[in-house]
């Protein structure tokens, strides 16, 4: 099954998101790899309203990545657009 862990605020602005197979990772492994984004430069707060972040991890309707790639790459060339307009106004 496909998995996504996501780094959220209370809002639920995702500040980051990993889907996995539970076939290939653990949750816990999950959010180490998460983790080292932060080590990248990406803040531990939301760029949008401040908030903390917290992890949540949740199952997907997906059985492989394979199903599961062109939804998770349309969600993310989507939010590619709205971050480039928050860039724009002012919010990067």
């Known amino acids: 099954m496909i998995w996504i862990t996501q780094w959220l605020c209370p809002r639920r602005h995702c500040v980051i998101a990993i ?13 180490r790899r998460g983790e080292q984004a932060f080590t990248q430069g990406i803040y531990r707060w939301c760029g949008i309203c401040g908030g903390s972040l917290h992890v949540e ?7 492989t990545m394979e199903k ?5 790459k ?6 590619l657009r ?9 919010f990067d």
């Open 19 to 31: 889907a996995w197979d539970d076939q290939e990772m653990t949750a816990e492994e999950a959010e």
């Open 57 to 63: 991890h949740g199952r997907t309707k997906f059985n």
């Open 68 to 72: 599961a790639l062109p939804y998770i």
């Open 74 to 79: 349309a969600i993310e060339q989507a939010n």
């Open 82 to 90: 709205a971050r480039s307009i928050m860039g724009v106004a002012g």
